[in-house]
Nanobody
């Protein structure tokens, strides 16, 4: 079994920054892609950012230029640096991993709240 453990959420004022982390543990062969999804109140879950094992990234248009995703392959960890946060960034952020042989897993979610 595999597990994704997120950390770094919290409450921040608009314009502030937060850094999310997610570490994968358990038995797996490799990780193809890591990323973050989010779900705002009353909305569907959406992709925020993804990064492949080769370092290719993609972002939601709404976060381009403000968020940066990175990964440490040695630690099986993905990070999301979020700058210039806006109230519309508020939501539950879920870590996602696409394992080479285990399939897709999501973490339990971490709350991010951006106040005006």
């Amino acid at each position: 079994q595999v597990q994704l453990v997120e950390s770094g959420g919290g409450l921040v004022q608009a314009g502030g920054s937060l850094r999310l982390s997610c570490a994968a543990s358990g038995r797996f062969f490799g990780i193809n892609a890591l990323g973050w999804d989010r779900q705002a109140p009353g909305k569907q879950r959406e992709l925020v950012a993804r990064i492949t094992s080769g370092g290719n990234t993609n972002y939601a248009d709404s976060v381009k230029g403000r968020f940066t995703i990175s990964r440490d392959n040695a630690k099986n960890t993905v990070y999301l640096q979020m700058n210039s946060l806006k109230p519309e960034d508020t939501g539950i952020y879920y870590c996602h991993a696409r394992f080479t042989t285990n399939g897709d897993y999501w973490g339990q979610g971490t709350q991010v709240t951006v106040s005006t």
